[in-house]
């Protein structure tokens, strides 16, 4: 293989500044020693996206390593200061969490901001995601930054950056930062001191003060404390969760938790599954048999950096069922819109919130309710947006999107995996309170708003090709788009891109009132949607089915169920998907 004449540009205008020398010697003996490996690592720049950084970990110009982390960290530094030109004092608050590299990029990134007269905040020891949200609101920082790289494997790592609300970056804020990131070319022009002047150490003692806003989120009445002796089977997926997350239920009255031991480690190789995700069944395989040795009522699984949360419930069979985003999303708005309701709470200017890609059903229960539901583009870093357009005006009770994430206060401004595992453990004993499961409590959901059954397909491609193939799939169905799918006539097309919506039907079409995004959706006559979006931090293109079919009690679920999925998979094949 020959050399890529880009990655020798990027990899000789590292070898000729003032990188590390540890890391020059490295460049060297890739480039001698492993010619596809020195391509890949140089052939582009890692790039700050609006979401900050991820990739694989590794020497080179597109890997995670202290020279990106630093020169993003400067650029990011210099919009922050612009941003508060005179200010007395400017903070920001940084976590991390259990991957390999993260305390060290954690630190990197703090000595970068305290070169730059920024006063730092970094977590003592791994936290999660929702603490550092939490942290850069109570301590009135600036900004702040997390280092994960979520639920991906453990090749990879990666770079959040947070703004003053405690949500992500949103425009104008996301481009201006990925403006002056790209402005660093040199590492001559980081800012890196060696000590921790400036740098103040978060104790353990915090947890407490989240912990303390955590508690005020509980719906439940004294008559629930005796159901709340359900057992529950909890695994951390080696992340930051292993500690915070059984504290937590323990202060909402949960006592009989059994943590799968194996995975209560917090280790970045987390060597007993090949990804930590909580979406996927097989990451579950060790808690799942720890729920059925100990007759567990529901298993909980959060992800590294415990954002998102997985819930699995017992059917009247119990046999154990690993439940969709969707389906978790829906449990938890049905949840805390009946508790709401019951406590009297509802006085009329509450509101949930969920992504487009999200399931229709938790606008449907909303309604039911007579309380709003926005809609927000994919992505929490756009519900903590809405959050504070609307803060002062309305009372935010509750989001999530489909990607097993739910923010169920606004104290935190991103997923809250830590929190919602208290809601959903509540939720559990209050259906064995009337003598049911949450199984049945979703049948029940489904009996009385319709059954909706979403799937997710994401197809990976990577490298230069890859995103070339994923641009031309995107043009392609925007300018062809299916006129019909399954038989089905497509009566309306949202393109998030041109901010067009086209009622097929009526012939008419109307602005969508939402940023612009590279986003698709079909939607049929019977009431299914599609959705169609490249991911904003993977080599991959999304396509979100949801589709809705009637539920009666006399019906079988479990071929209702597949039918809807055969009716997923015809979707696929028709799209020539697989």
Request: glycine letters at 6%; a neutral charge; hydrophobic letters at 35%.
């Amino acid at each position: 293989m020959e050399l890529d004449n880009t990655a020798l540009q990027n990899a000789n205008a590292w070898l000729n500044s003032t990188v590390p020398q540890d890391i020059k010697d490295g460049i060297i003996k890739m480039q001698k020693e492993n010619v596809s490996e020195f391509n890949d690592a140089f052939y582009k720049k890692l790039s700050f996206g609006t979401g900050g950084l991820r990739g694989v970990m590794g020497i080179g110009s597109n890997r995670m390593n202290t020279v990106v982390v630093s020169q993003s960290t400067q650029g990011f530094a210099d919009y922050i200061l612009q941003c508060n030109k005179g200010k007395q004092e400017i903070k920001v608050a940084i976590s991390f969490d259990s991957r390999n590299n993260s305390k060290e990029f954690a630190l990197i990134a703090a000595k970068v901001f305290a070169a730059n007269g920024i006063k730092v905040y970094i977590f003592k020891d791994i936290h999660p995601t929702p603490l550092l949200s939490f942290a850069v609101r109570e301590l009135k920082c600036d900004a702040g930054v997390m280092i994960t790289a979520s639920h991906n494997p453990k090749e990879y790592n990666g770079y959040k950056a947070y703004w003053n609300d405690g949500g992500q970056l949103v425009p104008p804020h996301d481009k201006n930062v990925i403006d002056r990131v790209n402005a660093i070319t040199d590492f001559s022009q980081v800012k890196i001191q060696q000590d921790m002047t400036n740098i103040t150490v978060i104790e353990e003692d915090f947890d407490e003060v989240y912990l303390q806003k955590t508690d005020s989120l509980s719906l439940a009445t004294a008559h629930l404390d005796q159901f709340k002796n359900i057992c529950i089977a909890y695994t951390p997926l080696h992340g930051t969760g292993y500690n915070i997350v059984p504290k937590a239920l323990r202060r909402w009255g949960f006592n009989n938790i059994v943590c799968q031991s194996e995975q209560s480690v917090p280790d970045g190789n987390f060597p007993t599954c090949l990804s930590p995700n909580p979406e996927e069944r097989v990451a579950l395989d060790l808690v799942l048999k720890t729920a059925d040795k100990h007759n567990a009522d529901i298993v909980l699984a959060t992800d590294p950096d415990a954002d998102r949360e997985a819930l699995c419930v017992r059917d009247n069979e119990g046999n154990m069922h690993l439940l969709n985003g969707n389906q978790t999303a829906t449990l938890l708005t049905y949840y805390i819109l009946l508790r709401n309701k019951e406590l009297l709470r509802l006085k009329g200017k509450e509101y949930v919130i969920k992504t487009i890609v999200t399931s229709e059903l938790i606008k449907i229960i909303a309604d039911s309710f007579n309380v709003k539901c926005y809609d927000v583009l994919t992505g929490f870093k756009w519900i903590a947006a809405k959050v504070l357009e609307l803060e002062g005006k309305e009372k935010y009770i509750g989001g999530g999107e489909e990607s097993y994430g739910y923010m169920p206060n606004d104290t935190v401004r991103d997923k809250d995996a830590v929190a919602t595992c208290c809601l959903l453990a509540e939720m559990a004993a209050w259906a064995k309170q009337q003598g049911r499961n949450l199984y049945e409590i979703l049948l029940d959901i489904y009996h009385r708003y319709g059954y909706y059954q979403e799937s997710l397909l994401s197809i990976v491609r990577k490298g230069k090709t890859g995103a070339e193939e994923i641009e031309n799939m995107m043009t392609a169905f925007r300018n062809n788009p299916p006129k019909t799918i399954i038989g089905q006539k497509v009566v309306k097309i949202n393109d998030y891109e041109t901010g067009i919506s086209k009622d097929i039907t009526a012939q008419k079409e109307e602005k969508l009132l939402l940023p612009k995004s590279n986003v698709l959706q079909w939607y049929l006559k019977d009431g299914s949607k599609i959705s169609v979006r490249p991911s904003g931090t993977e080599p991959k293109i999304k396509f979100y089915f949801g589709v809705r079919t009637a539920f009666d009690y006399g019906d079988d679920f479990n071929a209702l169920q597949q039918k809807s999925l055969d009716k997923i998979e015809q979707i696929k094949k028709e799209l020539s998907l697989e």
